[in-house]
């Protein structure tokens, strides 16, 4: 089956500019979290979507923001873009209950000039 | 609140040979997974091994293993016949499932295979 596809892989944006990532979830996974990959904080949660629900969010500015369609792709929306927001942003997509998996897109690295 | 613990920031290792990276967890929550995670420098986040909390036994997959200690919140991964292509950052990581899916990660061992 399909991996998971996130896109754009690269992208390059001033300050001050919004940015809005995709995240394809593996066919049958209803959760979609996301995740900020930097060499100084490592890996932080942003939040997670289920069956187009945010059920939980991370310790982020309002600027950051997202959503879920009903065939459970998810968008990242970044506003206002700040230096401190250049990072790996890694989409996990993942299944519930007994025999959960989880699977991480390829990731988009977000460069803000 | 749930915390991932990796103490070993870099290890090497002679090709062919076996090495053992360790984690250390803390959580109250009874339901979860802990999944180990490969990320080469092309930063594609590879599964290696999961293991479900409620199995006693531990994961195996090809050359890798799983040391899995409940009680001692412990997840240790143990590769065998180490290769070149192992080479990479590995993160531990527990998935809680009780209020929705979300990752925790420990801060990475670099892992270098020596030829």
């Known amino acids: 089956k399909a991996g998971v596809t996130q896109t754009p892989r690269y992208l390059i944006k001033t300050r001050g500019q919004q940015v809005t990532l995709s995240c394809s979830p593996i066919?049958?996974?209803?959760?979609v979290s996301w995740y900020q990959q930097t060499p100084g904080q490592g890996l932080q949660f942003l939040f997670e979507?289920?069956?187009?629900?945010?059920?939980n969010k991370g310790n982020f500015p309002g600027r950051f923001s997202g959503r879920q369609f009903s065939n459970s792709r998810s968008e990242m929306n970044v506003s206002t873009l700040e230096l401190g927001d250049s990072a790996l942003y890694l989409c996990?997509?993942?299944?519930?209950?007994?025999?959960?998996?989880?699977?991480f897109g390829q990731g988009t690295r977000l460069t803000v000039v | 609140a749930q915390t991932v613990t990796q103490s070993q920031p870099e290890m090497s290792v002679q090709e062919a040979e076996t090495v053992t990276l360790s984690c250390t967890y803390d959580?109250?929550?009874?339901?979860?997974?802990l999944f180990w995670y490969k990320q080469p420098p092309s930063r594609q986040m590879i599964l290696v091994i999961r293991?479900?909390?409620?199995?006693?036994q531990n994961a195996t997959e090809n050359r890798f293993s799983v040391n899995f200690q409940k009680a001692a919140k412990s997840f240790s991964l143990k590769i065998s016949d180490s290769q070149l292509g192992d080479t990479a950052m590995y993160f531990c990581?527990?998935?809680?499932?009780?209020?929705?899916?979300?990752?925790?990660f420990g801060t990475g061992t670099s892992l270098t295979v020596i030829p």
């Open positions: 996990a997509s993942s299944s519930y209950g007994r025999e959960a998996e989880a699977f």
């Open positions: 293991q479900e909390a409620y199995k006693q």
């Open positions: 066919s049958g996974h209803r959760s």
């Open positions: 959580t109250s929550e009874n339901n979860y997974y």
């Open positions: 990581a527990f998935m809680r499932t009780n209020t929705g899916n979300q990752f925790y």
């Open positions: 979507y289920f069956s187009e629900t945010q059920r």
